[in-house]
């Protein structure tokens, strides 16, 4: 498939290996040599900054998006190609969903996880047919991974859709895995059962309680 943006979420921090940071200033690089456009949250701190920074010294295109409570933070990038200033975080995520062709998670926190697995649950209910991938440096990813595949194991996610999210330590195998990428067609709810009810009458006592 052809990748003309990518949007990359990672840590506001650069973490302790600098595998980190070398392997986002390798992604920013490659995406610029690409003709890859980066679209990324708009900070200029961790590996945010690094990120977009190396896509720009490279001579890249840069979009990023940043909700005003954090601009006003001073840790917007003022140096972008374009900065999207937008009133909320959901309105960000949104907007950052809009403008690429696929997402990609290097390491980062807590956001970093919320971001790439919301719009991996997209693949899931078919809001987007587009790639969802890790650049897993330094195998930051590795016990993730595992806890994944024990959620395949209890037939919390297929099989079929954990196969889907790509994973590579290096940025041109990924490169090379997103545009191989295929959306799969496979129902999300695997125990899928008809549509009866189980307590008869439980409607009706709820509405009947609820009004007392």
Not at 8 to 17: A, I
Not at 78 to 96: A, C, F, I, P, Y
Not at 98 to 109: T, W, Y
Request: glycine share 10%.
């Amino acid at each position: 498939m052809k990748l003309k943006s990518l949007c990359v979420y990672c840590g506001s921090s650069p973490g302790l290996s600098g595998a980190y940071r070398q392997s986002a200033e390798a992604f920013g690089q490659l995406l610029a040599t690409e003709g890859i456009t980066l679209v990324y949250g708009g900070g200029n701190v961790g590996l945010m900054g690094t990120v977009a920074d190396a896509a720009l010294c490279a001579g890249g295109k840069v979009i990023g998006v940043i909700p005003d409570h954090l601009a006003v933070q001073d840790v917007a990038h003022l140096g972008l190609t374009t900065l999207h200033r937008v009133d909320s975080m959901h309105e960000r995520k949104l907007k950052m969903a809009e403008l690429a062709d696929g997402f990609v998670a290097l390491p980062g926190g807590i956001g970093t996880i919320e971001e790439i697995f919301e719009v991996f649950t997209w693949t899931q209910l078919e809001v987007h047919s587009k790639p969802c991938a890790f650049l897993d440096a330094g195998n930051y990813y590795a016990r993730l991974f595992q806890f994944l595949d024990h959620m395949a194991e209890q037939r919390f996610i297929t099989q079929e859709h954990l196969a889907s999210l790509i994973r590579a330590e290096d940025a041109g195998e990924l490169l090379n895995k997103m545009r191989n990428y295929s959306p799969i067609r496979v129902d999300k709810w695997m125990d899928r059962k008809p549509n009866k009810r189980s307590c008869q009458g439980l409607a009706g006592r709820v509405v009947e309680e609820s009004s007392t």
